[in-house]
């Protein structure tokens, strides 16, 4: 009997620990107000970006009670205030729907990028000021502000250029030089996106049809032209050492101009932004009267690196 009677007492105070112990289904106890989050919002970024033009934010939101709005104004001293209606839907430049996070992005508009590069840097480098209102359905209102200048990306800079200052055609022969160009970048080569020239010729119309002449970082290791079964590369020696190189070659023919050209160098970084330019200039004289073609053979005179 008294064994019976200490069974049953085990057996009611094992009942009753079992009840006031959740199990791993069970929501955690709720206590009125204690874990309810404050309601604020926070901009935890804010920048932009050169290479599209854009500013992109996100926008940190906590509340106690659903969202009715949440709204972002943009302006600078050059730009009067516009304004957006962020999302948590992850629709429209948001990218995770309901985490809490608002991400946005506004894009300069034309009056801007109708503007030169220089004009535009101007006035991106302005302080911008960005503010967020964000309302409840219970139309309560917090308000989180912030200003920053951009970071100014940095172009690359163009070095020492290696061309012979004076050529002479000969007669039956192609005529070869090589351009070598030395570009740096304060932050590494990776970001030099390409280096071209412009070239004026001596009866001051364009080269290439007033298009880019690229120079090449890549060792010589492409061919870009045959000349009568002969190939030719970019003439570059190594591939990625931030020297940047190009062959030309001139004939002796009704096409070829004597005189002067004029070239202007340029380098652009992958956010676009160009260096200063450097001009050169090249003298090409008429052939003297010694001929050096061989029969069945090209002779081909000039620098070659």
């Known amino acids: 009997m008294r064994s019976q009677i200490i069974l049953t007492i085990f057996l009611v105070a094992s009942l009753i620990q079992c009840d006031q112990s959740p199990t791993s289904f069970d929501k955690a106890p709720f206590l009125d107000g204690a874990d309810a989050p404050d309601f604020k919002a926070d901009i935890t970024s804010f920048e932009f970006d050169y290479l599209y033009k854009q500013f992109f934010f996100s926008v940190r939101v906590n509340s106690p009670n659903p969202i009715d709005e949440v709204r972002l104004a943009l302006w600078s001293q050059s730009v009067h205030p516009d304004s957006m209606i962020l999302n948590d839907a992850g629709l429209e430049g948001d990218i995770i729907a309901g985490d809490g996070n608002y991400n946005g992005n506004w894009g300069l508009p034309d009056s801007i990028l109708e503007l030169s590069d220089s004009l535009q840097l101007e006035l991106i480098n302005e302080l911008w000021n960005i503010e967020v209102r964000v309302r409840d359905i219970n139309m ?137 330019p450097v001009a050169d200039t090249l003298v090409l004289l008429a052939p003297a009267n010694l001929s050096f073609m061989k029969k069945n053979s090209l002779v081909r005179s000039g620098i070659f690196q």
């Open 140 to 276: 309560q209102e917090t308000i989180d502000q912030y200003s920053f200048h951009p970071v100014v990306p940095a172009a690359p800079v163009i070095g020492t250029i290696w061309h012979r200052d004076t050529l002479q055609l000969v007669v039956d022969s192609l005529l070869l030089d090589t351009l070598s160009v030395e570009v740096t970048h304060p932050k590494g080569l990776d970001e030099i996106r390409d280096v071209w020239l412009m070239s004026r010729k001596p009866d001051s119309t364009w080269s290439n049809q007033k298009q880019p002449i690229h120079l090449y970082d890549d060792g010589g290791t492409v061919v870009f032209f045959n000349y009568k079964g002969v190939d030719f590369t970019s003439g570059d020696k190594v591939r990625g050492d931030g020297i940047y190189s190009l062959m030309v070659g001139f004939e002796n023919d009704q096409f070829t101009q004597v005189g002067t050209y004029y070239r202007t160098f340029y380098a652009r970084s992958w956010f676009g932004l160009v260096s200063e």
